[in-house]
């Protein structure tokens, strides 16, 4: 515990420091890159991606200076939002967009393949600079849980259960982006983002999960 709360101050901390000099070209231009080093099926699904997040997220491409999607709401302590600051939401967007087409490979977790849990923590790795657990059951421990889907927003963690829609017991995991869509590895799809309203999602989701200054939290 000592460990993760020291990186994650240490992560945090260099964030800001050298924030002008980790600034790189904005997320509309990555789709292309993207594109280019994926197969057919991949380059498909990256498109379908895409087309979501430019349907849903109207303006994503200039998140650091204007996002919609996240507000303040004291009630629902949305200001312990990491992702209410500019960088940090373009930031993360970059990293999933750069996962987008990545095959799905259980326990995986390089761009070869990888499972949900991984994508979630290397993704949180990469934009704050933290330990984050690879594993889906433990990631909510590690978060600030959210009961009502409503009350997500940017950056949330987003729990489901698995293949049994009636099990509360936590089986995949994906970061939301808003107005209902999130990013996830799907087993049969790899890196992609998804409309809750897709598949039986409605009926898998669970809960909701805030990453806080806080390092640690234990659902109630």
């Known amino acids: 515990m000592k460990v993760f709360v020291r990186s994650f101050w240490v992560g945090v901390l260099l964030i800001f420091i050298i924030n002008p000099v980790l600034y790189s070209k904005s997320a509309k231009s990555h789709p292309k890159k993207i594109a280019k080093r994926t197969n057919t099926k991949q380059t498909k699904l990256v498109k379908e991606s895409l087309m979501k997040l430019k349907t849903y997220l109207i303006g994503y491409d200039k998140i650091s200076v204007d996002f919609p999607f996240v507000t303040i709401n004291s009630k629902n302590n949305c200001q312990q939002n990491l992702f209410s600051n500019s960088y940090l939401r373009e930031k993360l967007l970059e990293n999933i967009l750069l996962w987008l087409g990545t095959p799905y490979r259980m326990a995986g977790s390089s761009k070869k393949g990888i499972d949900c849990s991984n994508f979630v923590a290397r993704v949180l790795e990469e934009t704050l600079h933290i330990n984050f657990p690879a594993n889906a059951q433990t990631q909510t421990h590690y978060v600030k849980a959210i009961k009502n889907f409503e009350d997500l927003t940017f950056g949330d963690l987003i729990f ?48 909701g999960g805030r990453v806080s200054l806080e390092p640690y939290f234990v659902m109630q």
């Not at 995949?172 to 999602?201: M, P």
Request: no cysteine.
């Open 160 to 207: 489901f259960s698995g293949r049994n829609r009636k099990s509360q017991r936590i089986g995949h995991v994906g970061i939301y982006l808003g107005n209902g869509i999130f990013a996830h590895s799907s087993t049969s799809k790899g890196v992609i983002i998804t409309h809750i309203s897709e598949g039986y999602y409605t009926e898998r989701f669970r809960f």
